[in-house]
């Protein structure tokens, strides 16, 4: 199969998942499609680098390329700038698991749409250590920013939700 007929493919049957990717990046849901287009011409473009490894393989690469496509965005509006300031304003301490007891019981669209209501920095943050299993690290180095701001932002966005949760629930 060749590069434009195993897109096309891929555009038809994962293509809801791939723009769901671009919108945990990117706030605006027009932003977010012109992400999830650009994904796709720099898929074509760099169809060569693909390599199949099964079942799968292909919209894990598509999903890497749209998270990628979204975080060059990300970059170029350069919101990473505000990584340097911490927050003075307190948050509560947040557990791991505190958290994962509270987000079972709410609705996926709900908790997504708490997702994109957080600042720019601290969803680009969350979605890339808990859903693209990166380390502080490396999203340190992928936004220009310090390790201990990574790990900042991650805590700040689940403090953030937590909030967003209680809020949720006592509605």
């Known amino acids: 199969m060749d590069g434009i007929e195993a897109l096309e493919k891929a555009y038809k049957k994962d293509g809801a ?3 769901s990717v671009c919108r945990r990046y990117v706030r605006d849901a027009d932003t977010a499609r012109d992400m999830f287009q650009d994904g796709f011409v720099s898929a074509y473009t760099n169809w060569s680098k693909f390599t199949d490894r099964g079942p799968g393989s292909l919209k894990a690469w598509l999903a890497r390329i749209m998270a990628n496509t979204c975080l060059m965005y990300l970059r170029k509006r350069d919101p990473v700038r505000e990584a340097d300031e911490i927050d003075t304003v307190p ?3 947040v557990s791991d698991d505190s958290l994962a007891g509270s987000i079972a019981g ?3 669209e709900d908790l997504y749409n708490m997702i994109l209501d957080l600042p720019d920095l601290e969803r680009t943050v969350l979605n890339m250590f808990v859903f693209e299993g990166f380390s502080h690290k490396d999203i340190a180095h992928l936004l220009g920013i310090k390790e ?3 790990a900042m932002r991650f805590y700040r966005a689940k403090a953030h ?3 967003m949760i209680e809020k949720y629930e006592k509605r």
Do not use: P, R, V
Request: charged fraction near 25%.
């Open 17 to 19: 998942y791939l723009l």
């Open 91 to 93: 948050l509560k301490a």
């Open 106 to 108: 709410i609705k996926d």
């Open 148 to 150: 201990s701001a990574s």
């Open 161 to 163: 939700l937590a909030e």
